[in-house]
Structures are given as C-alpha cells and as structure tokens.
C-alpha cells in the first residue's frame, strides 16, 4: 500500500527536537520560520555573532523544505530570455549569476558544516516537451553565454537517450552546475549547525503578530508576539514563505500558497536506474504544467508536478502523476509506488522570488517558484548579511509584486490557474 507521507522523512534519521525551552525576551534577531531560508539565515547570524532566535511553528522543515523533490537547481523558473525580456540584460545578468551562485551556496554549506544529506553537483536536464522548445533552447544557449558567460550543453533528440532513456522528448539542455539533495537531510541539518554556532531554535512556537516599536534607547525595533510569549529583537526575518501574508499585511494580496504533489517508485534496479537516467541528474521539462523528476539515493523514481488538483481525492493526483511518469518511461508501468506526498509553496503572480524589507523594517525572502533548494538558502544568507551590515548580493529587492484577486484561499483558485497553464500546453 502507498505511503501517504514524504519519502525523504522515511529515509533520514530521527530529527533532533527543539520544543520545550523557555523563550527569551530579548535577542538582536528574530527568524520566523525553520525552512531552508530560516535556518539558512539563522546559520549565518549566528557565524557572525548575532544573538539569533529561530521560531517554527511546527518542526524544522516540516512544509515544502522536506516535501520537494531534492533538485539544487542552478537557474530561475523563467528563461534567462523571459527574464531579459522582463528586466533588461543588466538585471537579468545578475539574477541568473545569483542562482547560480545559489546552488554554489547549497555546496559550501554542506561541505563546511558537514551535512550528510546525500549532495551531489550532479547537473540538471531540461527536456523540450515541443519541437519549438528545442529551437528555443538554441537560442537560450547563445544568450546564456552573452550575458552571464555561462555554458549549457544542447543535445538533438537523435542523441538524448545519452541523458534520458525516453523518446518521448525532442532534444534537452544540460546543465551542468545543478545537483541533487536529499530535502529533510539537508535543513535539519543547517538548523543543527545554525544552533551549534549559538542560535536558538525554537519549534512549536507560532507568531502572531509582530509589532513595530517607537523610540526604544536599546535599538529594539520590534515586539514579536506568539503562544508562547512576547520577544524583543532589534531585526526580525520573515521566512515564512506561503505563509507570510498572514504576519505581513502587505502581502496579503501578493503571495498565495500552491500545492504540489510528488510518488515514489519502490527501488529500481541498477540496469534500469542506468538506463532511464544515465548520468543520474535531476531532470524537469518545458511545459507549463511541467514534470520534475529524480532517482533518489535509493533508486527510488521519484516524480512530481504534473496537472495535480487541490481539493479532489489523492488517488486522482496520484494517477495523474504515474500517468505522466509512464509516458515518458513506459518500462515503469508496472513499477509500485511506494510514496505519495505534497508540499505547499509560496506564489506569486510574476512567478518571481522576492526578498527585501518591507517599509516598516521587516526583511522577508519568500517565493522561490520551485526553486527553493538553492534560491531559499542563497537569499536567507543574504537577508542575514543585510541584517548585519555586512555585503550582499540580492537582486531580487524592490520588484513589484502583483495583485491577486482576494479569493485566494479557495482552492480554484490555483486549480484554474493550473487548468489555463494546460490549456496554453495544448496550444504551444
């Protein structure tokens, strides 16, 4: 029977628990939440000899930080084509530069702190669900070496069997900088190093509200409020990702939650495992509703995105992504599933990462758009340095973020959303 719970929690040890110590009332920085971002800036603060406090209002990781599929991507949602077409060459430049140094950060990270989480710089494949997608990609190779000096390599449908076992594709792009983590190792185990280098970690403990102070002679700026007590800080981060409307007002109407939906495969053998993806990288395509896939250390096919709902039964998403699995990978058709999973992820309408301050001095990083592995630990270290005063390179700041309608939460919301991206597959 299929395991209705994340594969990386079933494969990673027994987390350390950070519940039942008493809260401060004071301290220099208050972190709200225990993601990659979180724990990220936590890690940082706390290397630099900030007084921090992480607040989780579950356990470390617990949402899309330990539900996502693993892939330490070294790039955006958008080609750096859209983005240029966004934001013009200069910006552009240095948004792709800033992912890539991103998935740089995920690597540092874990060799310095020694995090067993089972990385590897194992590169990514983007595969052209389209004909036109392959001619794009041509020229996204050409534009990827004007602006950020950065070599991707194209390979023709007549030769992709090299990278992925399937036909079903017309060409990919491989890039060779993007890896591999296993998700639930990987935060837990910056939130262990954050905590050996003086932070303090505090699960179960959910913000309420953070209020602005007036005139305080100690430098305190804020009072965050929460279930357990009310703590003084001079800074406070809010990565709290599809959830930070509800402690920013501002964004209320900006950032919305998503879900997506990931299966597991039981353990394929080495002969297939080697034959469906030779070179064992992480792998996704080009449509909207678009597929991302991996084999997990244990061998583990592990498949998700595809034209999953909220709101409808498990078992219809569950389809929906074995379906998609086995179009591009007949030989898995009669493969059992082991696992299946979901994870919430912040959005917005530009389908753009955000990070800066708000007007009232809160920072924030949120919206990584499946990107979070890579962009979420790069832009929490950032937030700390700019909390501290120290360099940092965030070219996300200042970009206006859309409205959304206030029906938000309904979950049609991101259904029809998901349903037109289907419709302008269909189209091209």
């Known amino acids: 029977m299929i395991k209705h719970t994340p594969l990386w929690w079933e494969t990673a040890p027994q987390p350390k628990s950070y519940t039942g110590n008493p809260l401060p009332t004071q301290t220099d920085v208050v972190v709200v939440g225990g993601g990659f971002t979180g724990t990220s800036a936590a890690l940082q603060l706390a ?71 089972d990385y590897t710089r194992c590169g990514s494949v983007e595969a052209a669900s389209k004909p036109a997608h392959f001619e794009r990609f041509k020229r996204e190779q050409e534009l990827l070496k004007e602006v950020a000096n950065f070599d991707v390599q194209i390979i023709p449908k007549s030769e992709q069997r090299s990278e992925l076992g399937t036909d079903a594709y017309h060409g ?50 804020f009072k965050v409020h929460t279930e357990a007590g009310v703590i003084e800080a001079k800074d406070v981060i809010v990565a709290a990702n599809a959830w930070v ?77 074995q379906k998609g699995m086995v179009k591009i990978f007949p030989e898995l058709v009669n493969t059992k599933l082991d696992y299946f999973w979901n994870g919430t992820l912040a959005l917005t309408l530009d389908e753009t990462a955000h990070a800066g301050q708000t007007s009232d001095g809160i920072w924030y990083s949120m919206a990584y758009v499946g990107h979070g592995v890579t962009l979420a630990t790069y832009l929490g270290q950032q937030m700390a340095n700019e909390v501290l005063g120290l360099s940092s390179n965030n070219p996300f700041a200042n970009l206006n973020i859309p409205f959304i309608p206030p029906y938000r939460e309904n979950a049609w919301f991101v259904n029809v959303g998901k349903l037109w991206y289907r419709v302008l597959d269909m189209l091209g």
């Open 47 to 117: 290397k630099k000899g900030a007084n921090v406090t992480l607040l989780e209002a579950k356990t470390i990781g617990y949402e899309a930080s330990s539900r996502n599929g693993g892939q330490a991507l070294s790039c955006l949602h958008y080609t750096l084509t859209e983005i240029v077409e966004q934001h013009g060459k200069t910006l552009a430049g240095e948004m792709f530069l800033a992912a890539v140094e991103a998935a740089n950060t995920v690597e540092r990270i874990v060799k310095e702190e020694n995090v067993e989480c």
């Open 172 to 221: 990919v792009m491989v890039n060779p900088r993007g890896g591999s983590v296993q998700p639930a190792k990987f935060v837990r185990g910056m939130a262990e190093a954050a905590v050996r280098a003086g932070a303090h970690i505090h699960e179960g403990v959910r913000v309420q509200n953070i209020e602005r102070v007036q005139g305080s002679m100690d430098g305190i700026k």
């Open 245 to 321: 409307g509800k402690l920013i007002p501002q964004f209320r109407l900006k950032v919305f939650p998503g879900e997506s939906y990931v299966i597991a495969t039981e353990p394929l053998n080495d002969e297939l495992a080697q034959t469906l993806i030779p070179h064992n990288r992480v792998a996704y395509d080009t449509r909207h509703i678009l597929a991302y896939y991996r084999l997990s250390p244990e061998k583990r096919m592990t498949w998700g995105g595809e034209l999953t709902l909220r709101g409808v039964s498990p078992q219809r998403n569950i389809n929906a992504l």
